[in-house]
Every structure is written in structure tokens, then in C-alpha cells.
């Protein structure tokens, strides 16, 4: 059971918008910030979104992350098939000390 | 650019041992924590815990209390991550990740190593 909620998967059509939720507690998103994570198979994760909304460099603008309250989102547009993959959001937990992941989110490209 | 480069795979006995080694290059290896985490086969990432470059000091997720210990060394810039008293649920891939901080998201990611641990 993870501390962070995610739903399992998630599915669109290419060139649709999907968002994932990202569920949590004021001890771990409604105090610090969120990251999200994309892991394509058989390779480690790669970081999308880090401070609720920051895109690292090189991350394409498709991708958007946004928090409100203990809850974040995760937001991808016109949907390539490319993009069929595990994604993770992340942030560190107060009470626990510890760094938590959600499940993971399983993202199909119809 | 950044990198980190893990040591190979292992193949453990149930009660031993396992380390595992994560060299970091280009950038500088005391700017950056570094994290590692774990993932089961099929299953989401674990928080393992973190070390800090300067002075090395820790953190271990409550999971890994009592068998898990963290090093570095600053003259090879490498981490090094030691699991001991291994059971068949520590069979994962483990990676090695660097972040600015306790509370940032990891933004340069080891290769990952996999244990597996078998009798």
C-alpha cells in the first residue's frame, strides 16, 4: 500500500490530453513539493516534473504538473505513442522522513 | 553531462550480503545527495534512503533499519550502498539517484543493478 495514491492506468488516444492524480496527506504533498517520474520499460525513471510544475530541461512543454492542497496532477498533451509508460509521482513525507512514490500509473496510447 | 554508473548484477544466498557501488561524473560529486531506490519485479519505486556527499551522513527508510548502510567516497566520487541479512523479497533492481536535496526530485538516475536473491 502506498503512501501516495495513484490510479493503476490510464488511456487515450495519440494526440489526446490525459491527466494523472496523485493523491496524498498534509504530511507529504500538502507540505512539500512534487515530482513525477516517467519509467519506459526496462529503463530507469527519468524525472518529468520536479516542484509541482518545473520541467527539466530538454522535458518537451506537453508535460505539465500542477498541486493543489494534497493532491497533484499530472497533465500530457497530444499523446504520442512513445509516451506508453509507468508514471510515478514522488515527494518526501514529514512524519515518515522518508521519501514516497505512488504506485504508478500505467499510461496506454490507444 | 551527469552520470552515474552502477556496478553489475548479483546473485545473492538468503542471510548474505550485497554492495553495491554508483559512480557519479560530470558534475560536481559533493553538490548533489544521493538516493537509492528499489523496485520489485512488477512493482511501483521504494525509498531506500539517502546520503549526503558532505560528511556523509544518512537517512534509511524504516523499512531498512538495522540492515542497510550508506558510504561514500569523495576521492573516486563514488556511493555505495550495503544490504545486509538478504531475503528472497530483496530480489529488485536498485538504482541510484542524485538529488539537490532531502525534498527535490532526483534528476539523474544510476542505470540500475539487479539482486537477485535465490538459495
Known amino acids: 500500500q502506498s503512501v501516495l495514491t495513484q490510479p493503476p492506468s490510464v488511456s487515450a488516444a495519440p494526440g489526446q490530453k490525459v491527466t494523472i492524480s496523485c493523491s496524498g496527506s498534509?504530511?507529504?504533498?500538502?507540505?512539500?513539493?512534487v515530482s513525477w517520474y516517467q519509467q519506459l520499460p526496462g529503463t530507469a525513471p527519468k524525472l518529468l516534473i520536479y516542484?509541482?510544475?518545473e520541467r527539466p530541461s530538454g522535458i518537451p512543454d506537453r508535460f505539465s504538473g500542477s498541486k493543489s492542497g494534497t493532491s497533484a496532477t499530472l497533465g500530457i498533451t497530444g499523446l504520442q505513442t512513445g509516451d506508453e509508460a509507468d508514471y510515478y509521482c514522488?515527494?518526501?513525507?514529514?512524519?515518515?522522513?522518508?521519501?514516497?512514490f505512488g504506485g504508478g500509473t500505467r499510461l496506454t496510447v490507444l | 553531462q551527469a552520470q552515474l554508473v552502477q556496478s553489475g548484477a548479483e546473485v545473492k544466498k538468503p542471510g548474505a550480503s550485497m554492495k553495491i557501488s554508483c559512480r557519479a561524473s560530470?558534475?560536481?560529486?559533493?553538490?548533489?545527495?544521493m538516493h537509492w531506490v528499489r523496485q520489485a519485479p512488477g512493482q511501483g519505486l521504494e525509498w531506500m534512503g539517502i546520503?549526503?556527499?558532505?560528511?556523509?551522513?544518512?537517512v534509511y527508510a524504516q523499512n531498512f533499519q538495522g540492515r542497510l548502510i550508506m558510504t561514500r567516497d569523495t576521492s573516486t566520487s563514488t556511493v555505495y550502498m550495503e544490504l545486509s541479512s538478504l531475503r528472497s523479497e530483496d530480489t529488485a533492481m536498485y538504482y541510484c539517484?542524485?538529488?539537490?536535496?532531502?525534498?527535490?526530485?532526483?534528476?539523474?538516475w544510476g542505470q540500475g543493478t539487479t539482486v537477485t536473491v535465490s538459495s
Open positions: 539517484g542524485r538529488g539537490k536535496g532531502f525534498f527535490d526530485g532526483m534528476d539523474v
Open positions: 560530470g558534475y560536481s560529486f559533493t553538490d548533489y545527495y
Open positions: 546520503i549526503n556527499p558532505i560528511g556523509g551522513s544518512t
Open positions: 498534509s504530511f507529504n504533498i500538502g507540505s512539500n513539493s
Open positions: 516542484d509541482n510544475n
Open positions: 514522488g515527494t518526501w513525507d514529514t512524519s515518515l522522513s522518508a521519501k514516497v
